[in-house]
């Protein structure tokens, strides 16, 4: 396998998939290929999306092929894990397993269609499965959690800002209007193997981007598929969202220090392209939210007891806030979680309003 000697974009990482760098490059579609322990990647498109693709990937076992992260579910999709399958001489017929890494729609969106036609089971961390969409809604009219307008406004948003973020869609999204996505019918709980017959594949439990997020570990061909936990360049979000598992960016600092003594695998990611160096990357992950974090206590400080709204609005984003649009809710909940570690660290403290009034934010030094 050819790799470049260093990613000049990425310092510490060596770029493995050069085809599909280039195609990244390029902004089009990678080839599938065959990977190291007979694995494959396949490409499939996600609609309208500035990630463009997933990097499914195909698991051959002794007793036919686990499916990781099938991808969105399109038609196009579809058809492109259909032809990735037909590449690497396979038809959903040899499909006994899906594994998802987690549920964001262009990971697990297609694995409902697929276990239909291949009567394959569905696998995830048990973390995860409380986090599909149909069961949040149901958790959240339970706890009577915030709506997206209510958490808005506790967020310190101004009426006009949350009429322009969300629409009366949102505001009454039951169970029933909610798109409904696989439950699945095997767990994976840390350190589990993946059923499957002729290899292993074993869970790496990496809390963060969501709270059952998983990596899955090939010990034998040192191999490491990451997921959205860390990808060569973009920083995956880490929010804080009314329904959040406790501590989002707390348990994403470990788990990337877990993930990081797997130096010696080639890394699978499930955007961008394959790579080795997990031990730089994911130090430079970490780097970047201490310094994130050095930026919210200055701002608080400048700012005295600001709203997180007021916080989001002062810091720093790859366009100007008033050019965000919808980004907002990511860039708000980004802040919150960064706000909450930092809390934990004891560094800042909330002030909760009164009478529904925005939570605040102080220094304690
Ligand atoms: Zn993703």
Same mark, same amino acid.
């Given at each position: 396998?050819?790799?470049?000697?260093?990613?000049?974009?990425?310092?510490?990482?060596?770029?493995?998939?050069?085809?599909?760098?280039?195609?990244?490059?390029?902004?089009?579609?990678?080839?599938?290929?065959?990977?190291?322990?007979?694995?494959?990647?396949?490409?499939?498109?996600?609609?309208?999306?500035?990630?463009?693709?997933?990097?499914?990937?195909? %698991?051959?076992?002794? /007793? $036919?092929?686990? !499916?990781?992260?099938? #991808?969105?579910?399109? =038609?196009?999709? +579809?058809?492109?894990?259909?032809?990735?399958?037909?590449?690497?001489?396979?038809?959903?017929?040899?499909?006994?397993?899906?594994?998802?890494?987690?549920?964001?729609?262009?990971?697990?969106?297609?694995?409902?269609?697929?276990?239909?036609?291949?009567?394959?089971?569905?696998?995830?961390?048990?973390?995860?499965?409380?986090?599909?969409?149909?069961?949040?809604?149901?958790?959240?009219?339970?706890?009577?959690?915030?709506?997206?307008?209510?958490?808005?406004?506790?967020?310190?948003?101004?009426?006009?800002?949350?009429?322009?973020?969300?629409?009366?869609?949102?505001?009454?999204?039951?169970?029933?209007?909610?798109?409904?996505?696989?439950?699945?019918? %095997?767990?994976?709980? /840390? $350190?589990?193997? !993946?059923?499957?017959? #002729?290899?292993?594949? =074993?869970?790496? +439990?990496?809390?963060?981007?969501?709270?059952?997020?998983?990596?899955?570990?090939?010990?034998?061909?040192?191999?490491?598929?990451?997921?959205?936990?860390?990808?060569?360049?973009?920083?995956?979000?880490?929010?804080?969202?009314?329904?959040?598992?406790?501590?989002?960016?707390?348990?994403?600092?470990?788990?990337?220090?877990?993930?990081?003594?797997?130096?010696?695998?080639?890394?699978?990611?499930?955007?961008?392209?394959?790579?080795?160096?997990?031990?730089?990357?994911?130090?430079?992950?970490?780097?970047?939210?201490?310094?994130?974090?050095?930026?919210?206590?200055?701002?608080?400080?400048?700012?005295?007891?600001?709203?997180?709204?007021?916080?989001?609005?002062?810091?720093?984003?790859?366009?100007?806030?008033?050019?965000? #649009?919808?980004?907002?809710?990511?860039?708000?909940?980004?802040?919150?979680?960064?706000?909450?570690?930092?809390?934990?660290?004891?560094?800042?403290?909330?002030?909760?309003?009164?009478?529904?009034?925005?939570?605040?934010?102080?220094?304690?030094?």
């Amino acid at each position: 396998m050819t790799a470049d000697p260093t990613d000049p974009g990425v310092p510490g990482i060596s770029v493995l998939g050069t085809a599909q760098r280039a195609a990244w490059l390029d902004r089009t579609l990678p080839p599938v290929e065959r990977l190291p322990g007979g694995l494959w990647s396949v490409p499939v498109p996600i609609p309208d999306n500035p990630l463009r693709y997933t990097l499914c990937y195909l %698991v051959p076992g002794d /007793d $036919g092929i686990v !499916v990781v992260d099938p #991808g969105w579910n399109t =038609r196009e999709g +579809w058809d492109t894990l259909l032809a990735g399958l037909a590449e690497a001489g396979a038809t959903t017929a040899d499909v006994t397993g899906i594994v998802a890494t987690h549920v964001h729609p262009d990971h697990h969106g297609l694995s409902g269609r697929l276990r239909e036609e291949s009567g394959a089971w569905v696998a995830m961390h048990p973390a995860e499965r409380d986090t599909l969409p149909q069961r949040i809604a149901v958790a959240a009219s339970r706890n009577s959690l915030p709506t997206a307008g209510g958490w808005l406004r506790l967020s310190g948003a101004e009426e006009d800002e949350i009429a322009e973020l969300v629409s009366p869609l949102d505001e009454s999204a039951t169970a029933d209007d909610r798109a409904a996505m696989a439950e699945p019918d %095997v767990l994976l709980e /840390d $350190g589990d193997l !993946v059923p499957m017959a #002729g290899r292993r594949l =074993r869970a790496v +439990w990496t809390p963060g981007h969501t709270p059952g997020h998983l990596c899955l570990q090939e010990p034998d061909a040192r191999l490491l598929l990451t997921g959205d936990h860390v990808l060569p360049r973009i920083t995956p979000n880490i929010g804080l969202y009314p329904n959040s598992a406790d501590s989002p960016l707390g348990r994403f600092l470990e788990s990337l220090e877990r993930v990081g003594e797997y130096d010696d695998h080639d890394a699978l990611p499930a955007h961008e392209y394959r790579f080795r160096g997990l031990a730089a990357r994911t130090r430079l992950l970490r780097e970047h939210h201490e310094e994130r974090c050095r930026e919210v206590v200055a701002v608080v400080a400048g700012l005295g007891e600001p709203t997180v709204w007021e916080v989001a609005r002062h810091l720093t984003w790859s366009r100007p806030w008033e050019r965000i #649009g919808r980004m907002r809710f990511g860039a708000l909940a980004e802040t919150g979680a960064h706000i909450d570690h930092l809390v934990r660290r004891g560094e800042l403290a909330w002030r909760h309003g009164e009478n529904g009034s925005p939570i605040r934010v102080r220094s304690t030094t």
